[in-house]
Structures are given as C-alpha cells and as structure tokens.
C-alpha cells in the first residue's frame, strides 16, 4: 500500500480533491461530497445514501485525521469496506503534523479526566451520572441525558419509583439472601440487565466492549444496541465463551438486511431478540439537536444559511434513518419464521398492546418509553406495569413461565428493581446508568456500578425481610401513591409575581 | 396640501395649540385635549369619546412626530378619517429635526433584534418566547405576556397539559401519516388555528399582517381580532384568494356598528364569527396596569396627583371601553339573523352553557379562559372539556358534525393539541405562540412555528400510532391526574422560616 | 400641676427612685418596679398585677420619655387612671433634652415612609403587606405576620383559596351588578367585614381609628377588637352617627368585668358580640417571641439571666394573660341574658361545634383558626365550610335566617370572598390586609384597599356572570381540589443531597 | 505502673512496635495491627475480631495520644480490659508534647460553642438542630443527621405529620390541662420517650449521662442504646433510685452474650426491652459514608488501593458487624424465657407483623423505620399507624391494655405527637430532637427541650380543648390527607430547561 505524504495530504484538502484520514488510512471522499454513497456493509441502514451529517463535516477534515470524529459514529469497518477500492489512496506517513493538534476541549477533558475522584468513592449510581456529566464532552452529554421535548417522560420515569414505598417484613431469618434469577433462560446474578444505549464510544474509546468485559465478570446480561460504536461481531468476540447476550433491533425498511442481521446474531449465541417497536421515527431530542448550533468556542454562533449541514437535526436524528416507519403486527410471524431466539417488544405501554404481543406468540415485552426519548409525555413503565400486570391477570395464567414483563427507564437503585419486581416485572433494564458509568470509569466503572447493586440488594433483600426474589410480592410495597404525578411548581403568584415593590425593597 | 415647516410645528407645541405629526401629516389636536371626539370610523367602539389614553399622553407629543406612539394601538385611519379637516393642517416639511430623536430604549433594541439567534436555532414554541421577551419593548410584553390578578389561570391553563399522559399504541404502519383536518368546513393543514390576540403592531410593525401572509403559506386559518391593530380591511386584502378567515367579534354597545361590522365581514368572505362571551369586562391585568407607572427612566416615578393620565389602566382597559356588557342569551337569536357564518361562542365553561349555546343553534363553542387574561381561578379549558363532552354524550348524539369543540388556553406543542384531540376537541387555538413568533421574527417566525408544529405533529402521529386524527382517541391518554392542580409551592416553614439562628451559620 | 425640670427628672433615674413621663405628665414607677399594681381601669384585665413585659423595660425609660413605648400597647388612660394619685408628679418643663433623641431606626423608617410608592400605584391587598413589611418597625411587623410554631395554617389559609376555581357563567347581561350585602341585619357595601386585630398603632399612630374612619367612608363594618390600642370609647366616638359597628371579646376570668365590658358596648351601639373561642391561650407565635432577643443594634445579644424580663414571650403573651381558660358552652346563656346583641362565636372548626352553637341559640359563627395564629395545622376556615355547611344542611333549615356562618383567614382578594360565598359564607371577614393597608398608608391605605376590592368584586361579578350575591353558588366553583393540600416541596434527594461531586464540578 | 517517658513513646511509632496513649495509659497495639482481636468485655459484639476500622487509623496515632479519636465510639473499658496485660505498658509521663496539639477544627470548634445563642433563645426541637448542624464536627453531624440512600424515608417522616390536620374543639374548660400518661406502666410527664441513639459522645463529652441526668429532672423515660458511647452501667448509675429505664437491644450472633445482656439490664432494673427488628444490616448512609473520604483539610483526596481502611464504610456499618441477621420469630419465645421485663418489637411497619407480634405474646411494637436510617422508601410510622390500628381493630380488642403501639420518627413538636396519639399510639419516641439538643448545649439543652414540649403541650391541649389525653381521638384530626405523600418537586421543563437563550438575555 502506497505511503501518502503530508504534502500530498494537503494538496488534496479542498471541495475539488478531499482525502482524508482514518486509522492512518488515507481516503478520497470528492465524489461522495457530492454524489450518493453505495453501501456494502453487512446491516448497512441504506444502501444508497448522502453523508447523514453532511458533506461539510467531511470538508472539514480535508486532508487531516478525522479518525476521532469518525470512530465514535462508525462502525470501524464502514468507510474501509464500502468506499471502491480505487478510492482508497494509502497509508499515511509519519508525521506530527499529520494529526488535528489537541484541542483545548481534549487538553480540558484530560485535566478533567485527572481529577476524577477515585472510584472507591463512588457511592451510588447517580455519582457516575454526577462525574459523567463533567468527564464526557459536551455533545456526548447532550446525545445521552437529552430526552424528547419538554423532558416529561424522563423525568416521570424516575419520579414513578419514588411514589411507590415499602412495607417490610419483620423477624425473618435473611443471614443468606439471594437476588439471583434468570432472565428468558439465561442466569443473572441480579434482576438487572443492560439495556441497549447507542453509540458507546461518545463517552469511551472501547464503548460498548466495556459492558461485555464486565458483564462477563460479574455475570449479568448485555443487550446489544443496533446502534453501536462497536460493531456486533466485535462485541461478541469480547464476550467469554457462554456469556449470554441479548440483541436489541431497530428494523430495516430493507427486511433482507434485517434478516441477515438477526439470523447472523442467532448463529454467533445471541439468546434473545428485543424488537424496538417504540421509534419508527426516533424523537425530537432537543438538547442533542441544540449541540448542532454550538461550535467549538462554547457559543452560538452558526451563521444562518450555510448548505450541507442539516442543522436542525441531533446525532440521533442523522444516524437512524433507515429505520422502518411500517412496522406493524403483521410482521411478528416473519420474525418468528426467521429465528428461533426468544422475541421480546421493547417499548410496549398499553394492557391491549401486551395482550396482543402475548397472543402473537412472542416471548414477552419491555414497559418502556425509551428512557423518555420517544413520545414525550408517555406515561413511565412502572405506571404501565399496574395496569399491564392486572389486565394480563383476568386474560391469561399470570405469572406464566412463556411470557414475561421488564421494565425498564429510571432505575438507579437495587430498591427502584425491586420495586418493579414486586409490581411484577421479571427483571429490569438499566440504560443509563451503565452508560454514565463507563463514560466516567471505563470497565472498572461498570463493574463498580454492579458492586453497588449488589450490596444495595443485599441490603434491600435483608431490611425487606425477602430470601429470594420469590418473597417480593405486591404485599411489600404500597402503589397507592403512584399515579400521583409531579406537575409543574408553580411559583407563588399570589405575592411575589405579582407585586412590583420588591425594587422598594431592595432600594431601602 | 400646505407644508408646514418645522418652526410652526415647534409653535403649536402646548396646551393652547397642540399640532401633532403621524405618518407625516399635521394634525391640530388642541379641540381634542378638552371636549369630545366624535369618531366616523367604520366600526368605532365609542362614536364620541374622550381619548382614552387621557388628554396627557398626546401633550407629550405636542409639535412633535407621535407615529411610534400612535400606530401600534390606532388603526392607521383612526385620526385621518375622524379628524374634522378643517384640523387636516398639510403635510411636514422634511426635516432631520422633525422626528424624535431614538430613544435610549429603541437604540437598545435594535441592539438586541441584532443580535437575536438564527431563526433555524429556534426549535420549539417556547423558544419564540424567550426571545420575544427580550425582543419585545417593555409595554409590549407586559400587554401579551400579562393575565389578570395572581395569574393562576394562565399558570393551569399550561400545567393542565403536562396533567394528561399518552398511551401509546406499536406495530401500526406509520409510513405515512396524516394530521390535516377541516376546521367549520375549511380545510386546515394542522387541527390549530390562529386565535385572536390584540395589538398585533406592538409586537411588529406588520402586525396581523404577519399572520395573514404565513397563514396563506401553511394552510391555517387565522381568527381576526376585534382589536388588532391593521384594520379589518387591511388584513382581508393581504390574504390570498381563497384563504379562510374567522372573525373574533367584541360585540359593541350599538349593535348598528356590530351589525355593519359582521356584514362587512361576510361580504369579505370571512368564514366563521367567533363572538367572545367571557369579557363583557376586561380584566386587570396588573402587569400591565403596572407598566403605567414606569416611566422611560426604568423606574416608577410617577406622581400623585397628576391629572389626565388614567394611571391605574392597562393597555386593555383602555381600548376596550365599547364591549357591551349586556350581551346575553337573548342576543343570540339576532346574531343568527343578521349573518350566515357559522357562529362559535369563544370563551365558555361549563357542561350547562354548552347546552345551552347548542340549543340556542350555534354551530360551535371555544372552551377558553380567554388566555387567563380574564377571570382568574377560572378552570382550564382542558379540564372544562373533559366534563363538557361527557355532558353533551348524554344530552345529544356525539361527535355532532353540526357542533363542534375547540380549546385553547396554555397550548405551547402539536402534543397538547393531541391530548385535546383525544378528549374531544376539533381543533386548538394557538394566541399567544404565534402572536410570539412574529413579534420575534416578523412572517418568517410564523412560518418557522408551523414548521415546528408540523414536525411535531408528524413524530407524535408515529410515535402514538396514529395515522390519521381518527385514530386519536381517549384511550390514547391517562387524564386521571387532570385534576391534580398544582397548588402553591410552600417553603418547608418546619426548619428554615422559623429558624432565626440562620446568622449564626453564617457568621461562623 | 406641679412643672417637673428636666435636672428633678434626671435625679430619678434608678431603681431607687423611677420617674417616666407619658405624654409629658411625669409618674413615680418606683414601687412598681418591686410590688404589684392595682389596676383601676374600666376593663382591666388583671386588678392586680406585675407588669407584663417585666419592671426592667420600664427602668431603661427612667428619667426618660416613654410615650413612644407605651403607647402602642396600652389604652391611653392606663396609666393615668390606675396609679395612685400620689404618684403623679406633675408636667415635665419643656425642653429639647426631654425627649428620647431620634433613634437610628425612627430616622430609618422616616427614610423608608417617604419612599413609600404613590398609593395609586397599589393595585391589590399584597401590595400593601409588600409596603407594610418595609416600612414597619420590625417588632411590629413580627407582632402582626407571626402565626404559630411552623406557620403551617397561615400557609394553608392562603393556599385553601387557590385550590378552588371558577365555573363562569356566559350571556348573562352584567350591565349592573350588585355585591352589597347585609351582615347581621347590618347594611355593608361589601361581603367583607373588618375583622379584629390588636395592638393597632404599633402600626400606624391613630391605631384602629383608621378603619373606624375608612369603614364609615365605605359603608363597611369594623369588629373592634379587645386588644385595641385605641381604647374602646375613643373608636366608638370616632364613627359617624349610625355607622354599624361589631364588637370581639376576650372573655375576662372577672366575668363582672366581662359584662361591664359588653353591656357598656351595647349602650353605645355596637351591633354584634364577636366572643372568640379558639383562644383560651394565646399561640406561641416564634417569630414574634424571637423580637424579644434582639435588641436596636439587630442583632440577638441578650446576656443570659437577665432577671424581670420575661425573655421567652412575645408581644401577644404579655397582654393576653386575663383571658378565661374556663369559657364553656355553660357561659353562652349567661352571654344571652347579659344582652340582647347577636352573639356570634368566632373560632369554631367543626359541624359538631357548629351544631351546637345553633343549638346554643347564638346567632352565627366564624369558621377561623384565628389567622393561624393560635393551633397550628388547625384547618383552614375555607375547608372546614364545607364540612360545616353539608352538615348544617341535613341538621336543620339552610341557609337559615337566623344563623349565619363567616369565615376569616388569608383572603386577598374579591374572589377569594366570592368563592367563599359560593360555598356557603354569610360574609367574610378581612383582618391583615386592612392591618396593612393602613400600617403603610393610614385611612387613605384603607380606603384604598376597600376601593381595589370593590373594583375586583366588580369585576368577578361580571366575569362570574352574577348580577346580584344571591347568584353567586356552588355550582359556580369547583371544590374538587380542595383538600390537596400543600405539603412540604421536598429538594430531589435522588441526586443532589446524595451526591458529594458537586465540589468536583465546581473545582474543574 | 511504670512512668513511660515521651522519648520512649516516640521510639514505638511505627508498624514495627505502635503504642498508643489513652487516658494517660500507654498500650502497645502492635500485634493487633496484624492479628485478630479477642474481646472479653461482657457485650462485646464479636470476641474474635480485626479492629473494623482498619489498622491504618490505629497506626495514625502510634507515639501519640488517641483519647480524642477512641473516646467517642468505644465503651471506656473497651481497651483495658480487652488487651492482655503484658501489652500495658504503663502511664504517659506528663509532658506538653504528649498530647495532639489542637487541631485548627478544634479551636474553630471552641470559637463557635463560644457564639452559640443563649439557651433561653432556643424556641422549638428545630433550633437544637440548627445550633447543632453548626456545633458538631462533620463527622458527627454525618453520622447523626444521615439516612439511607436518597434520604426518601427520613423526610417523608416529618412531612407525614405535616398532612394532619387538626380539628380543635371550643368551649370546654381547659384551665387545668393533663398530658401525663405511663409508658409500659411507667410514669411519663410527657406522652414522649427519649428514643435510642448511638454515640452520643460524638456529640457531647458526657454522651447518653445528658439525657439520663434530664430524664431524671423531668420525669421522662429513657432507652438506653446498645451501641451508646457510655457503657450500660455508667448510664444506670447515673440514674436517680426509681427512675424508670427501658433498653434498646441489638441482638448477639452469639445468643449468650445477648442473655447476659439482657438479664443484667433486668437486675438493675431496667422497666422495659425494645428488641430493635428492623435492622439485620444497618442500611447504607451515604453522607456518612462519604466522610470517610474527607481528610482533615476538608477536600476528598483519599488515594486509591491504601490497604487496611475500609474506606467505603461509614461509622455505622463498622460498629454494626455483631448484629444477627438471623433473627426470627422463632426467637421470640426465647426472649420471653430470659425475662420478665415487658417486651416491645422495634421496628414493625405492617399489620400482619403487628398481628404476628401480639400473638406472639410481646407487650408492644413501635412503628418505626429507625429514622429514615435503614430501608429507604420504607413508608412513615404515622402513615403505618393508620393502617395497624384499622387491622387491629377487626383483630382483637382495641385499645388493649397488654398490647402498645408506640410511633417514631420525625417527630419535632408536640403537636406531631398529639396527631400520632389521635391516630391510636400511646406514646412517641424522640431520638434526634434530644440527641442535637445535647450535642448543642448537653443536658440543659435536653430539659430546655422537655421544656419547650411542655409549654407546647400545655397550649395545644388548651387548643385542641382537650383536658386530658383520653379526649384526643380520631375526630381530632383529618388525616385524608396523610397518603398524600411529597414526590419530587420537578423544575418546569416546559420552558426553562428545555430553552437556551438564557445566554441571550443575560447577554443583552
């Protein structure tokens, strides 16, 4: 393979002639500035497609390294297999000046990084949230806390746990207590599993991988988001022989990309198929799309009126695109034709909708609002599960062994999962969560993370008086109080809004 | 017609001989700071009245150029047509000196209309009010933003919408779908219309005209106000062939004026008669009654005892003098006689006067608060709605083609309007988002809204499952918690407002 | 009468021998400083006694002029007309040094009046409590904002009114609208009474007579209040002839003094005996006890063991002590057969006490927890209306002639009345708003504030579609919310009181 | 005893040879910074343990004076009569250098017990925790003021009372007021018993003696904690002849140690024996736990891996190992076996275990969930008391003179305490009031606050119109409200959180 030279780089950093850099690959990308892009890849979303994010993003980076732009949002494969080959210039050579210089927001992030209090201190699952919410870059912040609209729905979902209290049990013998339990068959040493969350490597160089090393060790169960930095194979190589890992599918308007998708995870040990039915387009995230307008100085400053950058749409708008809007319930027995893992919907609301999943045969449903991505004002999942749970009783044998109920939006605590369980979920996902964890601490902080949980089970099983999971019933926890929901506070108006003499005040 | 020169305008600066300028013509102004004025306009309120704005306001612009002052709350032939023209003096000699001078107050606003954010920034209805509250001259927004007493109804009229939460339905095709519907029998590209609001000029120099021309390019139908600040006439002309329009009508003390006014309007073609039945008395709106009192300094300085000034009005106050308060059942069988528009009553409550109001023949009600501008502590439309329907569901066939329901009232996204929709509306009016958006950004921010509403109609179509505004039903919401109002706030009195000892944390 | 120089005055400044001047006539405290006081007056609350606020306030005046001090908390005579003769030791010579020099705080406060904004700059009942709170001296305004321990039934009284909203009524011809009234067979302008608050020149020189004066203007009624600064003739001879005035009673343990007391208002015209009954003791109300330690330079130094002050009691507790614990339902015939005045018992909560008053044969009761100045959590009078009203309804005839049911605490506004009416109230009565209307602005603040709420009144009769009271009922208001009440607004303990990584986001 | 010399101690400063100085006698630790521990103290927890707060803190004062560190968290004889005697090396030879000098905390900690207010200014519970959160050094302050994870449960316990309202008779004769009752057939001034709490010389030098030494003045009940800072018999001794005591039992892994315990307190006769059964862990509170990363410079600088200090355990769960998790119901009959005193569980949340606890022959329970301190989210005692007496109710005769239902809590006023007594309690346990009472001013503070309740109780029984505690009742209070629990009080997403032009108006 041919050496490209930094001249020769910079002689090609222009609309006419663009290469750039990638994993020290040089590319030329002129003729997908302009024409369309014809796509290779295995589950490439669509086949022919312009550059989601625009043909300046691209310019920009004309005859540099764009490699740190582009890894977080590229499966790592995707430019080398899909771009012609005659397209593929060479490598690079060696240079200092080969590389973007370090920005001042990276020159920030690693004294940030620095001064991240040691892990041990870490004491719940907010505290990663909290370090997170420093350590990852702005637009990382924005892509994974950002929910739809008003915010609503996500902030429902956490205050639906606080509504509900326990009544524990007394004088009951918890010297040895077990959470452990298995989830569509597969053990988990708790009632949790990880909840599918895109783009991992926004908030760490090894992404999603982090999840699978420290599922790995700790036992519990990895749902593999369709929207990965890493990509699937390379996931499923990381995990240790046996892991159980589930598939989380965004559904592709092309259905033979889709089947060759699931068909594959089955082959590679995939133990379960969680259908997204909640996005067939995904939501206004207007914190994500308000990232958009702020350059690197921190300020608003877009001009108005510059082409090729789609401007008013988020990281989360621009990648999900083939998603298929025509998704309907005659497409379940496809599903069910094409493999033989266990078909959960993820993202159910209603009693109708869960009686309809159980009669079409699938193997259980999330009570989900998408972490209050989607439908902004959905009601939260923990709602949902009272009602679901009762319909479900008059309708069929409930508790049943073939179908099953999770949860998932707002868990931070061991007591929330219980909580869930005692209402009637199977077990409960954690997105977030795990997500800030990695972002702040990489694998160790997911492990972390798990360590947390545990304790706080044990603790919770003790103080509940509960051995197994099988002692958490309705009987322990009081939902009186679940439908009341947290309107807006108001300020009161009475006095302070409406009277001006405050200036009076304040003057004397 | 003479010119006049600046130095015979600076000697008819008092008391004795008040010339004033607008849109460059002179006028002698002196008769009308002691008697009355005897109004020949088309649909003048008052025919003889004193000013309402007191003889003191016109003083201050004795011998000087009063059009900033004059056009916002004047039609522009207010003065032209009503003036004896015998007071007609000629036309000013063009001067540099002639104008006021800019104010301190107008310089900083072209300052901030600079400055504003590119418009492609603005994604939701909440934004155009961040902005028009900075944009806007200090009356301005005291006048729009205002509403009457403690402002509790305008704070319900917003949280009554965050009260309801949506039941989504999954696995519908949603490739396409569709939420244009007809409004009285017009065809309408969202089920929102432009509600009435007053002033338009105050807040953009093309005032309702804004409106008129956006309205044309999306589709929507716009409610003319009684109020506005271009004449009836000057709007009608600015639409396009064809384009509905309803009219809000305050009915007048001399019904030959409401008469000549409604058949003016027919001929014109204007669609519907929307009468406003929940102002026979306007408001005290004390945040506008209060911008009385501050002068240009900032500061409230005004001092007692000054004559001519009614100081403790509003705005609103002042330019509604001429609604009859009056008006009754009994009027209606009149309305009906004189026009064949549909009639909608604006500004209804209750299950009883709904009944009522569809017994006495009218083809539809407005189920409002007037904004919260009106009674204070009077219920959300929303929370009316829900006992209205149910009340019509026992009284009469329903849904009626022959009666319909609108709301509006606190209505900021296309999910508000769903949730409407779903408890029984037709259609929402939106008064206050746009009257926003073009007090921001002129036409193109009316645009922009819509724009936003389309999109947010379209993402919560899919994301509800809905394809058309039929599937949109009260399964489709959880307005259990409607009357959950949210009450004031408290401090927690138990530690901190009881506790004295506060200075002794700090001194420490 | 003997003229007393200010070099005698000067020789007896100590406890051995302790001459104060009170309005410049000089008086021997001395032996009041060790023994007891024999008191002579009218209405005496204790014949004999120490001094209530302790002997050594009245040493720190010695040789001084006292007038300032004792005359907001003393009947004008008290002292005149009970120390011994011989005590009286003549009129002070004039002289500049005679007086206590101007304080820091007087010169203050002179400052903050003359800054007072223009009255017609008042626009409702908070604007005066806005101007009250700045321009009263502090004790005072701890005396009147206090209520008892944690402030949670004044909260509440305020809120209750909030938690109601309106039903308007449409098409009613409001042209003229009629809220006047009569209160106990009495003519008022208005469903308002003034009711009884102490102790009322610590706001204001001429005390109660501001009301006295304000309400003949208005053609409303004034309960005096026992606790007057103003001694009971000195208000009575301050009304016009015919002016209706009531009268409220602190029962005496001297039940002969108690009905000298009633017997000598019922002579002179008074047309109802208020008998408060929720106050066998007065509240502990903290705010005004802590006024207590803090001493001019404002802030709390007072040495611990200090002896003759009674440090740990506030204004209320001092004057109150003559107040019958006693007081039963065996009193109320004795009440009856002493005069022939309606009796109402102010301070009543329950249907079981509100039956029996009917039973007893008084004329009415005030549902009130006394501002929230006696039990606290008491509930709100609004709240308890209902009760008392569905209770009264299936006891007896109602709404019954003869019986008549008031309410008091945190009404603001004309609607708050209204809605009170709408469930069942005679009348309403209006204490701290009128307290503070003339703490800020004398008479003119009380008239003021009766002309605000006249506005208002009309206003809400109009927009309420109400021509006359009798319209006003409780289909007009929606009472659904009325007992949700307002708790305490919890900080979000689920992330920012747990979590110790905020130093972590400020330090990067 | 041998005279140990301060060259001596200096030489023995290290892992290899580490004495320690504790009251003045020097004890060489060595072997126990790498060994086991074995305990011999009549309540030793565990005999055969590592110190379970690391051996890294005991190494810290190796050569040194450790008084100050030991004295607050171990029994005084812990030390002496644990080590074996050849490892006591003698007396400290007197020396200035032999002490610690005073750390800049414990001067600043001088300077503000120096500032505190007089006592005689401390007006209700709240300022003692006012003056306390100041006066405390952290650590104290964290271990005493902290709850279990999101601190849900701790401030759901005081805003439980809050949602109670009271409905006071009138007109009852109330000179003379009774709120003394038994407890367990004790003589009680106040329906109040001082409630166990661990360490009190974290807060105060003379520790649990403060609260025995006011019991006594007062004649109030105190439980004695098993973890106190005093050891059991220091706490009787202090006692006056007869003065009743009750005992807080943590129950023994090793049952022996329990019985000894247990029969020793009934031999000196203790009256009562409060088996704690809601903490077979103790819970994980996060602000305590925190402090264990905070050096003494104030900021978190811990590094990561230092071996031998369990750093992420708070004071709580270091003391706590002993507790047995295995308690049962089975081991009640035991109990009852080993002693006559009456037996009451702490600790109960539910009716079916107040059911089980009567049927299992126990004289009481109280309803507890041990201050917010264990399970979070664990519903409020006031709130279960609604619950357990409705099922006792239907159970067995109630009130029952053999079986008591006791309440703690939250508890700051006496009128919290009359709402838990109109509810169905017979009494109620203060813990924290007392404990920042004494950590504020030792043990007048604690009979100020008896004091202060006293006055309270006179008041409000006086307002209540009651006489004695038999007439509080049910028809008292209105607990509708009490389900009405505080979720979390959200900001409005509607406009602020969700808009980013507020960089736009603080630019203009």
Redesign the interface.
């Known amino acids: 393979m041919s050496l490209v030279s930094q001249e020769a780089l910079a002689q090609h950093a222009n609309r006419e002639s663009c290469w750039i850099v990638v994993h020290n690959h040089v590319y030329d990308m002129t003729d997908f500035l302009d024409g369309k892009f014809i796509c290779r890849a295995l589950f490439c979303p669509q086949p022919e497609v312009e550059h989601p994010g625009g043909s300046r993003i691209i310019l920009r980076y004309a005859g540099k390294d764009a490699t740190a732009a582009y890894e977080p949002i590229h499966p790592p494969d995707m430019i080398s297999s899909n771009l012609p080959l005659e397209k593929h210039i060479g490598v690079v050579e060696a240079s200092e000046a080969s590389s973007v210089p370090q920005t001042e927001e990276q020159k920030q992030r690693e ?2 990084l620095a ?7 870490i ?2 699952l ?2 990663f ?3 997170a ?2 350590v990852l870059p702005p637009k990382a912040w924005a892509y994974y806390s950002s929910a739809s ?4 729905a996500i ?2 979902n ?2 639906a746990y ?14 040895s207590v077990d959470w452990s339990t298995t989830i569509l068959g597969q053990k988990s040493s708790l009632p949790v599993y990880i909840s599918a969350t895109a783009l991992g490597k926004l908030g760490h160089p090894d992404g999603e991988l982090n999840l699978t090393r420290a599922a790995a060790k700790h036992g519990i169960i990895q749902m593999i988001p369709t929207l990965a930095s890493c990509s699937f194979d390379e996931i499923v190589d990381a995990a240790q022989p046996g892991q159980p890992l589930f598939l989380q599918l965004y559904v592709n308007r092309d259905r033979s990309l889709t089947k060759k998708y699931v068909q594959h995870a089955e082959r590679r040990g995939v133990k379960g198929l969680f259908i997204t ?5 995904l ?2 995230r ?2 994500d ?2 990232m958009k ?1 702020v350059d690197e100085s921190g ?2 400053k ?3 009126g510059q082409d090729g950058v789609k ?2 749409e988020g990281i989360a708008r621009a990648i999900s695109s083939f998603i298929d ?5 005659k ?2 027995p496809w599903f069910k034709s094409i493999t033989n893992m266990p078909i959960i ?1 993820k ?4 009693p ?2 869960a009686i ?1 999943a159980y009669e079409a045969g699938v193997q259980g449903i999330v009570l989900s609002n998408h972490g209050g991505r ?6 939260s999942g923990l ?2 599960l009272v009602d679901v749970v009762a319909a479900l009783k008059t309708h069929m044998q409930w508790p049943n062994p073939n179908f099953s109920i999770f949860v998932d939006g707002g868990v ?2 061991a ?1 929330d999962v219980l ?1 869930a369980l005692a209402l009637g979920a199977s077990a409960v996902g954690v997105g977030r969560g795990f997500l800030y964890a990695f972002s702040a601490y990489g694998q160790e902080g997911v492990e972390r993370a798990v360590e947390i949980l545990r ?2 089970f ?3 099983m ?3 008086g509960a051995q197994t999971l099988s002692d958490i019933g309705p ?1 322990m926890v ?1 939902a ?2 679940l ?13 302070s ?9 304040v ?2």
Request: charged content about 35%.
């Open positions: 004294v940030v001064s991240r209090p040691p892990l041990d201190e004491l719940n907010h505290d949230e909290a370090v919410k420093v609209d008003d915010e609503i902030r429902e956490r205050a606080q509504r509900v209290c326990f009544l524990p049990r007394i004088l009951r013998d918890v010297t039915v909640d996005a067939p387009q939501g206004r207007e914190k799309m308000r307008f300020t608003a877009v001009q108005e401007k008013n809007p025509s998704l309907s319930w497409d379940i919907l993202g159910v609301s209603t109708s909708d309809k989607q439908l902004d004002s959905s009601r709602e949902n931070r605590r007591s909580k304790d706080e044990e603790m919770n003790r103080l509940l009987d009081d009186s109080g439908r009341a929901r947290a309107g807006i506070a108001p300020q009161d108006n009475l006095f809004a409406t009277c001006r003499f405050f200036y009076f005040l003057v004397i």
